[in-house]
């Protein structure tokens, strides 16, 4: 998978590039990340990539020429090591909201160009001209799109195959399909009791069963608390079964006992007929009468 990203600030990328698991990857291959400085697209001697709003207003808005070339270039690039064309986004407050479904889909392709904008904005023309897609990462205004942008890189990274030492933690993941989309349990580790707290009992039991229902529980009841929409968006996916209603219904105080139907008694089960036949001790065989001569 590769990312190549449009930014004045390269070196920023140096984050995911070069630590953690992310830069773990990168070394291996699994992963590559080519950043293009629009600067370096410029025509004119001071690598002009702003200028002023048409219309008046305060601040600068990057022009579309250095960008747009910034991302042909890319585009030639990926071609020219046998990548098909990459979908462009643009990190701006009016794209889509970023979610884990977008990483997984995102972790499962060949990557993509992300445009990383500064100052007021980017000229429209240049979106209309190359954008495909515009990513947000929730209802609030970064300095520019790098921040957004790393997220958006590492979200997407530790989900593909051998980033991550263990390839069933991601599974665990919040939001994650088999948590039905719900928020994770909490965690614990050593020291078994920590300032007088210890860890809940259900985990030091050794009971699997036990241990995954009262993470299961937890999880429901930290979603209800924290994202009640998870809990709706997972009820109508049917993803949550007639356990966890209950308990979401004892949580809220409306769980009725009554409102179970009854459980029926099961009949044993007529023995077949050769155990009933095996099980019949035979009749008794009458003694041989001799002949009468």
Known sequence: MRFDVITLFPE????????????RAHAQGRWSLHAWNPRDF?????RTVDDRPYGGGPGMVMMAAPLEAAVNAAQEARAAQGLARAP?????????????ADAESL??????ILICGRYEGVDQRFIERCVTHEISLGD?????????????????VRLVPGVLNDGDSALQDSFNDTLSGLLDSPHYTRPEVYQGEPVPAPLLSGHHANIARWRRERSLALTAARRPELIESARAKGWLNKIDERYLAELAGTYDPASEPPKRRRRPSAKPAADALASTPPSPVPPKTPDAS
């Open 107 to 112: 972790a499962a392709s060949e990557g993509i």
């Open 88 to 100: 462009v986004a643009l990190l701006a407050p009016v794209g889509k909201r970023y979610d884990q």
């Open 42 to 46: 410029t025509q004119d001697v001071h």
């Open 12 to 23: 920023m990328f140096g984050v995911v590039r070069d630590l953690g698991v992310t830069g």
């Open 140 to 156: 609030f205004v970064l300095s520019g799109g790098e921040i957004a942008a790393l997220a958006v890189i590492d979200a997407a």
